[in-house]
């Protein structure tokens, strides 16, 4: 039995599920918009920007997502799920493949840039942390499991260094980090890329190596430096 803590969802999105091949995104100077900045408004923010680079998965401008926290009986740790635009609802995210990496087989993401549908899952069940106990500052790495829709074929993004899926090889987790504390634990987290920098111009964002899979057929569609920043706020 899961037990859900939901907190009130952001703006609906108006923006069209196609592609969109813009200034400040893919590791281009400049872009940013709304979420290029620190922010305390409660939800998950997305943030589109870092360091002056745009964010290789970034928000759709409509302000921040709804998420909840996860639990599963006898199951150590927790889930930080966001977003609800695979299950009902109308948002999206903007997804840039602008860092492929070569794994020996073919990177074939059906889209370069594209704002879509999207659902986000910070995995923590998996390596037994509980974000909800995490002291102010603590870190912990834990996957990150993005998914969507596109042409209507079903993707999966896993930020993972030990997917659950036959791979050649596996990725890199996402870092979780609490922010900041009260009495009933901890209250804001930031989510954030864990691997090494990876340059396409002079982008000094740090990126996680993820592995792109058909969600139908978790056939492995490639691998990708991913970028992202995600500030998620009780």
């Not at 864990?194 to 740090?206: C, E, H, M, R």
Request: aromatic fraction near 10%; charge should be neutral; charged fraction near 20%.
């Amino acid at each position: 039995m899961k037990i859900k803590y939901a907190v009130a969802c952001g703006a609906i999105s108006l923006l069209m599920a196609v592609p969109l091949f813009a200034q400040g995104k893919g590791g281009k100077p400049g872009g940013g918009g709304g979420g290029g900045g620190e922010t305390t408004a409660k939800g998950a923010n997305i943030r589109d920007a870092a360091n002056g680079y745009g964010l290789y998965i970034a928000s759709d401008g409509a302000g921040a997502y709804s998420f909840s926290i996860d639990t599963t009986a006898g199951v150590s740790g927790s889930d930080i799920v966001m977003g609800a635009g695979l299950y009902g609802g109308s948002r999206k995210a903007h997804f840039t493949f602008a860092e492929s990496w070569d794994w020996g087989g073919e990177n074939s993401a059906p889209f370069a840039e594209a704002v879509i549908p999207g659902h986000f899952v910070l995995k923590c069940t998996r390596r037994g942390v509980d974000v909800r106990t995490m002291s102010a500052g603590a870190t912990a790495l834990c996957p990150l499991v993005s998914q969507f829709d596109y042409n209507g074929v079903p993707y999966r993004l896993g930020t993972n260094a030990d997917s659950q899926h036959e791979v050649p090889l596996q990725g890199e987790d996402a870092e979780v980090q609490c922010t900041a504390t009260d009495r009933k634990g901890c209250k804001s987290w930031q989510i954030r890329a864990s691997g090494a920098p990876t340059y396409v111009g002079s982008d000094p964002n740090p990126k996680s190596l993820s592995i792109l899979f058909n969600r139908n057929t978790n056939e492995v569609l490639g691998y990708y430096r991913m970028s992202f920043l995600i500030d998620v706020v009780k």
